[in-house]
């Protein structure tokens, strides 16, 4: 299947601090990415849809002026947790849709962010 | 998108066929049935999908009912290694909306 990487893996930072989580379509060109969040003993959460070049598409209750999602080009998109609260720990999971073909939705590996 | 349901946990033998039940009774006639498994502290990794044809690749086949309100997941030879929560999802075809959408999933775990 098609590879989706993130960085980093895995994030320690302190209260009140900016964290920036890149997602990369390494083999295929994605037109939407996903961003989801998972807490323990959870399933995934969707937390934004974005297109290419477009605005994000946030869940209800998601903040967008908290989650910053940037989706520049056709492999890369960032999510940017700004002031960071302990509440906010949690796995950020990435995933990419390929813009042809069977329109596979695949994921990244996963963040792991750790807010002291 | 349609809900799923699915048992919260299953176990088989190793080496053993594991047959994962779902059901999706409200699935609309353009509504891919997609499977997805999750190993712990991992991103969900794509299995298999299929709209009302029986399906089947190097990981598992998918069995759709012919009224498609369920379907089984079928691992033929279950390794220690595919002890990992399952999720079954149906999800609208192309479109900017379309998305997955997480239940909780069935966990299974093979036994040696």
């Known amino acids: 299947g098609a590879v989706v990487s993130q960085h980093p893996s895995r994030v320690i930072c302190k209260s009140g601090t900016s964290v920036k989580i890149e997602c990369r379509s390494l083999?295929?060109?994605?037109?939407?990415m996903f961003w989801y969040r998972q807490f323990p003993k959870q399933s995934l959460m969707l937390m934004a849809t974005s297109n290419e070049g477009s605005k994000a598409t946030y869940e209800q209750g998601v903040e967008k002026d908290k989650f910053l999602i940037n989706h520049a080009s056709l492999t890369l998109s960032t999510l940017t947790v700004t002031s960071a609260h302990p509440e906010d720990s949690s796995f950020y999971i990435c995933?990419?849709?390929?813009?042809?073909?069977?329109?596979?939705?695949?994921f990244g590996p996963g963040t792991r962010l750790l807010v002291l | 998108d349609a809900k799923t349901t699915q048992p919260p946990s299953m176990d088989c033998a190793e080496g053993r066929a594991a047959n994962l039940p779902c059901n999706h009774s409200t699935i609309s006639g353009n509504e891919y049935v997609y499977w997805y498994r999750q190993i712990h502290s991992q991103g969900p990794q794509y299995i298999i999908h299929g709209l009302k044809n029986n399906e089947t690749n190097e990981m598992a086949s998918l069995i759709i009912t012919e009224d498609r309100k369920s379907s089984t997941l079928i691992l033929p030879h279950a390794t220690l290694r595919d002890t990992a929560v399952y999720y079954c999802i149906v999800r609208a075809p192309t479109g900017a909306n379309s998305k997955l959408t997480f239940g909780k999933g069935i966990t299974l775990s093979v036994r040696p």
């Open positions: 083999d295929f060109q994605a037109t939407t």
């Open positions: 995933s990419a849709r390929e813009v042809a073909g069977r329109e596979t939705q695949y």
